[in-house]
């Protein structure tokens, strides 16, 4: 499917410098982000993993801040349609 949409250039090099700090295509990176806004207004404020996943914490990370295996971050992150926040290559584990 073809979407087309105008933002500003600042933006645009904004995305595009994070999508490639992923090694992702920035039309990759940026459907991932209208998913990602699209399934927003579904979330609970009050989920403490939605608010560590909006901060661009890892399942990793979440798993581990909350006790959690890496599966329950991922099976409860998916059920509010969220993609997984991807560390950069060559990050260094926390």
Known sequence: MKFQVEIPDEAFWKVASRAEQYEMKVSDYAAELVVAAASAHHLP??????????????????????NLTN???????????LPANRKPRGAMNP
Do not use: E, H, N
Request: charged residues 30%; aromatic residues 10%; hydrophobic residues 40%.
């Open 45 to 66: 404020d009050t989920d403490p993993l939605v608010a560590m996943w909006r901060s661009g914490a890892t399942d990793r990370q979440i798993a581990a801040r909350f």
């Open 71 to 81: 599966s329950a971050v991922a099976t409860r992150r998916r059920k509010y349609g």
